[in-house]
């Protein structure tokens, strides 16, 4: 009997379904693929950012810091790298004395960038790799070509909290760890001279960088 008779159900050809599924099946894998580059996307996106304005650089020392520091800002998230660098006794410090060293930290950062992309003719920063790290972080491999010289590679650690990714910490030349040398610094300075030693050790640190 053709089972399309007295039927209440459409009747679909085995071979037509197979192509239906075969044609979803193609769709959901796309859907995953855009996915999936769409994340990566966004994890590499505030290390581009950063790349993008190092190379612009600019006539005068004010005026890479000035275009720098709110790229620097967006780029990083200072409070979770503050909180690391102070350690125990963030949670000592009121919110008016976290947002001062937070801001602190950033115009550090950006003066320190200032300086050492004084004249970046030449430069070019290439983002190699995106690889998984603990507590659902990520690690965004980069190089930096420089004429005449090696290749300086680099370590973005990037994480997310709700507000889009931000970087938390930089690995230079497979060693040298920002955020570590940065946490010893702010230590000491805390041992010497509490928050508001600390506070001005940074703004002292941070013109000292001008030219």
């Known amino acids: 009997m ?8 459409p009747f679909v050809a085995p071979q037509r379904l197979l192509r239906r599924r075969a044609i979803l099946g193609a769709a959901v894998g796309v859907a995953l693929l855009v996915t999936v580059a769409s994340a990566v996307a966004a994890i590499e996106d505030p290390v581009e950012r950063l790349h ?7 006539a005068t020392f ?10 620097v800002e967006a780029s990083f998230d200072f409070a979770t790298m503050s909180r690391a660098a102070v350690g125990a006794a963030w949670t000592e410090f009121g ?5 001062a060293v937070e801001t602190a930290f950033a115009r550090y950062s950006a003066a320190s960038y200032a300086r050492n992309f004084a004249d970046p003719a ?11 790290a603990d507590d659902g972080r990520s690690w ?7 004429p005449g010289g090696e290749p ?15 970087i938390i910490n930089v690995i230079v030349g497979g060693g040298l760890n920002e955020l570590a040398r ?11 001279g509490g928050s508001d030693g600390l506070l001005e050790a940074l703004g002292e640190r941070t013109e000292a960088l001008r030219p």
């Not at 993008?52 to 600019?58: D, I, Q, S, T, Y």
């Not at 004010?62 to 790229?71: G, K």
């Not at 940065?182 to 010497?192: T, W």
């Open 62 to 71: 004010d005026e890479r810091f000035d275009r720098l520091l709110p790229v």
């Open 182 to 192: 940065r946490r010893s610094e702010f230590r000491s300075l805390l041992d010497a």
């Open 95 to 99: 919110p008016a004395t976290r947002e």
């Open 152 to 166: 300086v590679r680099f370590e973005y650690l990037v994480h997310d909290v709700g507000d889009g990714p931000h």
């Open 122 to 132: 030449g430069l070019a920063f290439t983002v190699e790799a995106v690889r998984p």
């Open 140 to 146: 965004v491999d980069a190089r930096l070509d420089r």
């Open 52 to 58: 993008e304005a190092l190379l612009e650089g600019g």
């Open 2 to 9: 053709d089972p399309r008779v007295n039927s209440p159900f």
